[in-house]
Nanobody, 120 residues
């Protein structure tokens, strides 16, 4: 089994910054793509940013230029640096990873979520 633990959320004022972290552990052979999603109250979960195991990134239009996704393959970790935060960024943020485990089975795993609240 594989576990993802995400952290780093909190309350921040508009214009502020936060850095989310997510670490994977367990029976991991290789982690393929990693991503961050978010879900605001009353809305569907949406993709925020993705990063491949070679470092190629992709962002939702709403966060381009403000958020940066990165990963540390040695630590099985993915990060989301969020700058110039807006109230509309308020949501529960989840990390996501496509993992090939040591039995060579491929599955998608989710973190438990970390709350980001942007408010004055």
């Amino acid at each position: 089994q594989v576990q993802l633990v995400d952290s780093g959320g909190g309350l921040v004022q508009p214009g502020g910054s936060l850095r989310l972290s997510c670490t994977a552990s367990g029976s991991i052979f290789i982690i393929n793509s990693m991503a961050w999603y978010r879900q605001a109250p009353g809305k569907e979960r949406e993709l925020v940013a993705t990063i491949t195991n070679l470092g190629s990134t992709n962002y939702a239009d709403s966060v381009k230029g403000r958020f940066t996704i990165s990963r540390d393959n040695a630590k099985n970790a993915v990060y989301l640096q969020m700058n110039s935060l807006k109230p509309d960024d308020t949501a529960l943020y989840y990390c996501n990873a496509g993992v090939t485990d040591r039995t060579y089975s491929r599955k998608v795993y989710w973190g438990q979520g970390t709350q980001v609240t942007v408010s004055s």
